[in-house]
């Protein structure tokens, strides 16, 4: 049992290792679904892809900010308990990819995850394979963005 609970720390806290950008659950400006600011530090969410802010996705003829439900979803996990980030790597942006956390009523549960699971989020393959299996059961039950028409963020970004 110890074994498990120091596995578990270790899994879900690598920042006990020296890489958290801080020991506690934390607020952050959420700037779309998959961005985060916080003290003028810019934050990218790792292995996901969301909607761009702009981005609009369609229901049925109808237009819908899929980009703004995006960041809507995401200020609405962080809540007002916060998220607890780990800094994993860089981009070319010099914006810090971090992987973070949210305690919810069944435990911590990874941010990531939780996008890319409701369809808020798709599994950003170019840089990781970790969300592959959330993002087919999202697709297979329709939600988020897969209830809708949408172009893949990474498309609609190099055509805006």
Known sequence: MIFLFISLTIILFPSLNGNAIDDNF??????????LKRHQMRYRIQGIDA????????IKDQP?????AAGDYLRTIQGRE???CIKVDEDRYRRDIVKCSVQTDDGIKDVGSIMV??????AYRQ???EYIEEEKRAKDNKKGIWKSRFIYPWEWRRKN
């Not at 934390?26 to 961005?35: A, K, R």
């Open 26 to 35: 934390l607020n952050y400006q959420v700037i779309d679904g998959d961005s």
């Open 82 to 84: 916060g998220l607890f």
């Open 117 to 122: 699971e409701e369809g808020y989020a798709l």
């Open 64 to 68: 819908w900010s899929c980009g703004e």
């Open 51 to 58: 909607p761009e802010l702009k981005q609009i996705c369609w």
């Open 127 to 129: 840089y990781s394979k």
